[in-house]
């Protein structure tokens, strides 16, 4: 990386303190865009995966500034994963699987209107925050939606999800993202056994049977 500096053809060799200064700037100059190329590194190994999803470190970031500015209440907490994507690797190859990841969490951010993240866990286990207001065009998505993985030929597959979802109610205090975490995980693990309903909501009922679960575990 270098600096080139240009005059004009009938202007005299600059002087040798007129160099010095070129040469202090240009210095300046490469020591800003190292610094800067240097954070964008580190946010990319540190809040990205290597598939370039906002990965757990992203989510939990993004709701402590939202804590910051005490602004989570009526939000949607969302864990969700893709039902029997092994199939869909199975059937369609590993990298048309990606490209189904991609598209479906594509979709998903969509619908997301002003304030909120889409982050994944791993493999096809993903974590949202959206507003309320857009928890309906979400569970459109997460209930089944179609996803095109060929575009020449307008092949697709359907993708349905078991997902754990949370409404921060009113008046409720979060002081810590990782709260949200324990509701809704339970409520999301409840789902993806298939025992219950595919989608679940978070509600007193499901977060006293933790309770009693955690004191059964103790004694």
Sequence with gaps: ?????????DLPMP?????FRLDLIAR?????????????VVEKLGFYDGQGFPNYR???????ELLIRQSLEGMVVIKYNLRHFSLVNHDLGRSLGDVVIRRHFDLVSSCISNVGIVSRLGGDNFLMLCDKEDLEAVLKILNGTSVIYDESNGKRVIIQTSAGIYVIPKGKIITRPEELLDIIMPTANLAQTGKSADVLFADDKLMNIKKANMKIQKN
């Design 15 to 19: 002087s040798k303190r007129d160099m």
């Design 28 to 40: 300046m100059i490469l020591t800003l865009v190292s610094r800067n190329r240097l954070i964008k």
């Design 1 to 9: 990386m270098c600096c080139s500096f240009y005059t004009a053809e």
């Design 58 to 64: 992203s989510f939990i970031r993004y709701v402590r």
